[in-house]
C-alpha cells in the first residue's frame, strides 16, 4: 500500500499523464503472477493508447517476462521504483521509446529507506508507515529474501517524523508495516542499541509518546517466534495500540512447519494466543495460512483446522501452495491441486464460521469505528461496520452495534 501510494505521488509530481498506469505486481503465488499478466493485456486491449510501466516483486525476479510483453512499456526493479528520479521526465520519456532487453541491468534490493516520505495516501482514512524492508530468514515456500533483499530498519528518528507529518496532515490511525516486522531493528547501529536490543516495542513506544496525534496504532504480520515482552508489555497498558493482531503462523502442524523453515511449533502459537487473550480479552486475532504445502496429509492439515479453532483466529488470510521457482519447497513432493483447492476452500469455511460467531458476540455492544466512507468502516478490533446513518470519513465514531451481517456488523452513530 505505502509503495503504491509513493509511486504514485512520483508519478503525480513527475507530471505523467492520467494514459500512463503502473501496475505493482506480487510474487507470492503463481496465481498472482498470471493475473498480473491477465491485467496488463486487458489494460490494453481496452486502451490502446496506454503506457503501461511494470514493477514488484514478479518483475523484479523475472523481468524477462514482462519486458517481452508488447503491452509493456517500461519495467523498473523493486529499487528502481522507489527512485524519484527514474519518474522524471527524460527518463520516462527515453523508457516508453526503448527498454531494455533481459539481463541489460543489474537487479537490486537495496535503497535508502530515509527517502521514502510520503504526504498523504489518496481516498484512504488510515496511513501506511512501513518501517522494516526485506527478510534475513529462508522459509522454503519463499521469494521475498531474493525480491526484497535482506532485513532494514529505518531509524527511529524518520519513523516519528513520517508519523509526525502524517498526523499533522490529519491521519488518526497508522498501521506499522514491515516484511519481517518483529526483525526490527536487527540493522541499526549501536547509537540505537544501547545496553539492549532497539526493536519493533521500543519503536512503537516511542511513537505512541512523540506523536500524540496518533490515536489508533496497529501492527501488520507478526513473527510468532519473534514477538517481545516490550511489545506485549505495550499491547496490554497503552489503549492507542489496538486489540488486533496477526501473526505469520503458516500452519498447525509442526512437521510441516520444520519442512517449511519456520521457527516457531504448534505450541509456541497457542502460547501466544493465550498471553494476547489474557492481556486484552478482546483482541481478534489473524493469521497467514499456506495450504496443501508439500508432504501435506490430511491429518497434518486437520491439526491446522484444529488450531484455528483453538487459538480463536478470526481473520486469515489463507494462500494455496504455489511452488516458486528457485525455492527448496519446489523440489518436495507435490499435494494434487485438486487437494490443496479443496482444502483452501474447507480453511476458509472455518475462517467464515469463526468470524461470524465472533461478530454475532458483538451485538449489543458499542464500537469505536474509523470511518473510511460515509456509511462504512472499521472498528478497534478490525470488524467491519455498516453504518445506517452517514458519518465523516476520517473519523471516530462511536456505534451501537445492532444486528450482525454475513460479512459485516451493522449499527447506528451514537450522538
Known amino acids: 500500500m505505502f509503495e503504491s501510494e509513493l509511486m504514485r505521488q512520483y508519478a503525480t509530481e513527475a507530471s505523467l499523464s492520467e494514459s500512463t498506469i503502473i501496475v505493482n505486481t506480487c510474487a507470492v503465488t503463481k496465481e498472482a503472477e498470471r493475473q498480473a499478466r491477465q491485467a496488463i493485456r486487458r489494460l490494453k486491449r481496452a486502451q490502446p493508447e496506454l503506457r503501461i510501466i511494470v514493477t514488484g516483486c514478479a518483475a ?44 541489460q541491468e543489474e537487479s537490486r534490493v537495496s535503497y535508502d529507506a530515509g527517502s521514502l516520505l510520503l504526504a498523504a495516501f489518496a481516498e484512504r482514512t488510515r496511513a501506511f508507515l512501513p518501517v522494516q524492508q526485506g527478510c534475513n530468514h529462508r522459509c522454503t515456500f519463499c521469494t521475498i529474501p531474493f525480491a526484497r533483499g535482506p532485513s532494514r530498519s529505518l531509524p527511529p528518528t524518520q519513523v516519528v517524523a513520517q508519523a509526525s507529518a502524517l498526523a499533522a496532515a490529519g491521519y488518526r490511525e497508522f498501521v506499522l508495516s514491515g516484511i519481517d516486522l518483529t526483525a526490527y531493528g536487527l540493522d541499526l547501529s549501536e547509537e540505537y542499541q544501547h545496553t539492549r536490543r532497539y526493536g519493533v516495542g521500543r519503536l512503537v513506544e516511542r511513537l505512541l509518546r512523540e506523536v500524540p496525534g ?77 495450504v496443501g504445502f508439500p508432504t501435506e496429509t490430511e491429518e497434518m492439515f486437520a491439526h491446522t483446522i484444529h488450531l484455528v479453532e483453538e487459538c480463536g483466529l478470526t481473520h486469515l488470510h489463507i494462500f494455496p501452495f ?94
Not at 61 to 81: C, I, S, W
Not at 341 to 351: E, F, I, P, Y
Request: net charge positive.
Open 322 to 415: 504455489s511452488a516458486r521457482p528457485g525455492t527448496a519447497a519446489a523440489r518436495m513432493p507435490a499435494v494434487a491441486s485438486a487437494v490443496v483447492r479443496d482444502r483452501a476452500a474447507r480453511l476458509r469455511a472455518v475462517a467464515s464460521q469463526s468470524l461470524a460467531s465472533f461478530m454475532a458476540c458483538r451485538v449489543g455492544s458499542v464500537a469505536n469505528v474509523l470511518l473510511e466512507n460515509p456509511h462504512f468502516g472499521y472498528s478497534e478490533d478490525y470488524l467491519p461496520v455498516r453504518l445506517a446513518s452517514g458519518g465523516i470519513p476520517g473519523q471516530i465514531v462511536r456505534v451501537f452495534i445492532k444486528t450482525s451481517k454475513v460479512n459485516y456488523l451493522y449499527g447506528e452513530i451514537l450522538p
Open 214 to 290: 496518533l490515536e489508533r496504532l496497529r501492527l501488520s504480520s507478526l513473527d510468532p517466534a519473534e514477538i517481545e515482552e516490550e511489545l506485549l508489555t505495550l499491547f496490554f497498558a497503552n489503549p492507542r495500540l489496538m486489540p488486533h493482531m496477526h501473526l505469520s503462523i503458516q500452519a498447525g502442524d509442526d512437521m510441516i512447519l520444520k519442512r517449511m523453515g519456520r521457527r516457531h511449533c504448534r505450541a509456541d502459537v497457542i502460547h501466544v494466543a493465550r498471553r494476547l487473550r489474557m492481556l486484552r480479552p478482546e483482541v481478534t486475532l489473524g493469521a497467514d495460512m499456506i
Open 60 to 103: 523484479h525476479l523475472q523481468p524477462e517476462r514482462f519486458t517481452a510483453m508488447p503491452e509493456v512499456d517500461m519495467v523498473l526493479d523493486n529499487a528502481e521504483k522507489l527512485m524519484a528520479a527514474n519518474w522524471m521526465g527524460e527518463k520516462i520519456r527515453s523508457a516508453f521509446s526503448s527498454l531494455p532487453g533481459p539481463g
